[in-house]
Structures are given as structure tokens and as C-alpha cells.
């Protein structure tokens, strides 16, 4: 009921290409669905978040998608760049309603090729 | 990293062994937290505070016990370390409950 699935577990993108990456989670009371970025060595770093009411969240080259009725929330990175090579991280949470516990999912490895 | 240390950045231990980690804060945030990251789990919330001397358990909480007798400061200890709680240990503080700041991590290896 808590489970957050993410998939691909790893991805290779070229140079300007689109990377997406998905995520999928079961309890309906999570409110808070954030993506972290992760370098090696490093604290992950969030990205982006996004909450149920909303279906989309633009920053810069970096996308959420929601769906609330399939409960599954992806991460779109357009143009993606070298220097976007990292582990990202989707999670969930019941946001400022409880402490603020994260789920996280499994990790995605992505490469992006020059 | 959002004025959040780690210490020890890098130990290894023996099995058995009593172990303590210390997350340390400059932004005087009300909550913090502690994860392990392994492959294939992401990460996992171990212990978590809501304020000074107040804690509660994450989903895998045995075997570890913190405390939270400063706001700066939240400590993770390992009674008696096993193998399997070689890892990587993260702290992050937060002041909304829901964007979290991660420190940069302690490695522990547990022979």
C-alpha cells in the first residue's frame, strides 16, 4: 500500500533526446510527489514536485505528467544533456498533513550519451 | 548541501560493535531524517524527528535508535552492527515536511 514502483531501472539516452522515466504507487493518500536527482557521491537534490490537483509541472527542460486516476506520475527530460547523467528518484508522501515521511521508489540510472 | 554535515563521512566497523551517526544542522529546521540507500531499494526512512527529544520510527527502524537532544543535531546509533546494515546513510532536514535537503552521506561498512 506504501509502495512507490519506478521503472527503468536504467536508461541510456543520446544527446538531445527525451528521457522518461515512470513511477507508480498505490495508496491514494499521498499529496506530495517530488523527484530527486542524485550525483555520485552526493545527497540527492530535488527537482521537481507536483501534487494531485495538477496533471502537469514544467521547469525549465524538466516535466512531471500526473495521472490520478491510473495513480502513476513520470519524469520527462527533453533535450537531455551529458551533465544530466545521474540517479533520479521518484517519491511520495502525505505532505504537510503528517510528518512528512518519504516513499521512495527504486532508483533510475540515466546515461546520456554525447 | 544546504548547511547539513555528516560525521564520519567513511567508517568500518566489526560486527557487534556499537555505532554512532551524527547529522549536524546550521538551518535550524524543525524536522530531520534519517535513510539508508541500498541498490534496488532507493532510499529508506529509518528514524525521524518532529522537533527536539520528539522521534519516530521509519519502516526499517529495527536495529538503530536515535536522538534529538539539540535542534542542530540528530543522532543515528547502531547497537550491535550487523552486515546487512552496511549502507549508505543519509540525514535531511526540512522546515515544511515536504521538500527535504540530504546532506551528503556516511558510508558504513559493517565486516
Known amino acids: 500500500q506504501q509502495q512507490v514502483k519506478q521503472s527503468p531501472q536504467s536508461l541510456i539516452v543520446q544527446k538531445g533526446g527525451i528521457s522518461i522515466i515512470n513511477c507508480a504507487y498505490e495508496?491514494?493518500?499521498?499529496?506530495?510527489f517530488p523527484w530527486y536527482q542524485q550525483f555520485p557521491g552526493k545527497g540527492p537534490a530535488l527537482l521537481i514536485a507536483?501534487?494531485?490537483?495538477?496533471s502537469e509541472k514544467k521547469e525549465g527542460r524538466f516535466t512531471i505528467s500526473f495521472n490520478k486516476s491510473a495513480k502513476q506520475f513520470s519524469l520527462h527530460i527533453m533535450d537531455s544533456q551529458p551533465g544530466d547523467s545521474a540517479t533520479y528518484f521518484c517519491?511520495?508522501?502525505?505532505?504537510?498533513?503528517?510528518?512528512?515521511?518519504?516513499?521512495f521508489g527504486q532508483g533510475t540510472t540515466l546515461q546520456v550519451k554525447p | 548541501d544546504a548547511g547539513i554535515t555528516q560525521s564520519p563521512r567513511h567508517k568500518v566497523t566489526e560486527t557487534g560493535t556499537p555505532v554512532t551517526l551524527r547529522c549536524h544542522q546550521t538551518?535550524?529546521?524543525?524536522?530531520m531524517y534519517w535513510y539508508r540507500q541500498d541498490p534496488g531499494h532507493g532510499l529508506r526512512l529509518i528514524h525521524y524527528?518532529?522537533?527536539?527529544?520528539?522521534?519516530d520510527k521509519g519502516e526499517v527502524s529495527d536495529g538503530y535508535s536515535v536522538s534529538r537532544s539539540k535542534t542542530e543535531d540528530f543522532l543515528l546509533t547502531l547497537e550491535s552492527a550487523t552486515s546487512s546494515q552496511t549502507s549508505v546513510y543519509f540525514c535531511?532536514?526540512?522546515?515544511?515536511?515536504?521538500?527535504?535537503?540530504f546532506g551528503p552521506g556516511t558510508r558504513l561498512t559493517v565486516l
Open positions: 535531511a532536514i526540512s522546515s515544511t515536511r515536504e521538500e527535504q535537503f
Open positions: 495508496n491514494t493518500a499521498f499529496d506530495y
Open positions: 507536483i501534487r494531485p490537483d495538477v
Open positions: 517519491a511520495a508522501s502525505f505532505g504537510s498533513s503528517n510528518t512528512g515521511k518519504l516513499i
Open positions: 538551518e535550524n529546521h524543525r524536522y
Open positions: 524527528s518532529y522537533g527536539v527529544k520528539d522521534t
